[in-house]
């Protein structure tokens, strides 16, 4: 069965680094584009990034462009999503999730939970 | 950036009652790229209805969907105790994917 386990998240002050990961299993990796959407407490979901099968193609949305970096492994099977100059307003659960060909999200992991404060 | 905007932002039924969700577009969405997601406290969201209409595996037919342009709605006929939750309607266009707001449907 299709597994995404995501992991790295933690508490981290204003202008730090954090990477986060997301290990699938129970597919083919390399068939599927993949994405990272998040969830700041008590608030709805913001698609944050996406990449293709191929990983040769890469978009961010605006709130994160420049500061987080999307990529994969595909000899683990791994997403990453490296996030650099984190501010408050990045606090939130990270969802990795698998892309469809109708670019919707089939399956999601459970979440990491990154908390930017001071 | 398309923006989606979800009506209403809170739905107040009773277990057997029908509930209408709705999700306008501030552009023509390709109905092909507008999905469905329940999520329940504590859970990620689960995929309900892709391309508008089509119900995801393993969604009950209790769930459907329909629409078009900018004007999308979910309706659920004979809510189930279980489908109290927030849904949220998502697209994709130009390389981006937006999410609504989301509406809550409670007891």
């Known amino acids: 069965q299709v597994q995404l386990v995501e992991s790295g998240g933690d508490v981290v002050q204003p202008g730090q680094s954090l990477r986060l990961s997301c290990a699938a299993s129970?597919?083919?990796?390399?068939?599927?584009?993949m994405d990272w959407v998040r969830q700041a407490p008590g608030k709805g979901l913001e698609w944050v990034a996406v990449?293709?099968?191929?990983?040769?193609?890469?978009y961010y949305a605006d709130s994160v462009k420049g500061r987080f970096t999307i990529s994969r492994d595909t000899s683990t099977n791994s997403l990453y999503l490296q996030m650099n100059s984190l501010r408050a307003e990045d606090t939130a659960i990270y969802y990795c999730?698998?892309?469809?060909?109708?670019?919707?999200?089939?399956?999601w992991g459970q979440g990491t939970l990154v908390t930017v404060s001071s | 950036e398309i923006v989606l905007t979800q009506s209403p932002g809170t739905l107040s039924l009773s277990p057997g009652e029908r509930a209408t969700l709705s999700c306008r577009a501030s552009?023509?969405?390709?109905?092909?790229?507008l999905a469905w997601y329940q999520q329940k406290p504590g859970q990620p969201p689960r995929l309900l209805i892709y391309s508008a209409s089509t119900r995801a595996t393993g969604i009950p037919g209790r769930f459907s969907g329909s629409g078009s342009g900018t004007d999308f709605s979910l309706s659920i006929s004979g809510l189930e105790p279980e489908d109290f939750a927030v849904y949220y309607c998502q697209q994709y266009g130009n390389s981006l994917f937006t999410f609504g707001p989301g509406t809550k449907v409670e007891i």
């Open positions: 990449i293709w099968s191929d990983g040769s193609t890469k």
């Open positions: 999730a698998r892309l469809t060909a109708n670019w919707n999200f089939d399956y």
């Open positions: 129970g597919f083919t990796f390399t068939s599927y584009g």
């Open positions: 552009q023509s969405v390709v109905s092909t790229y």
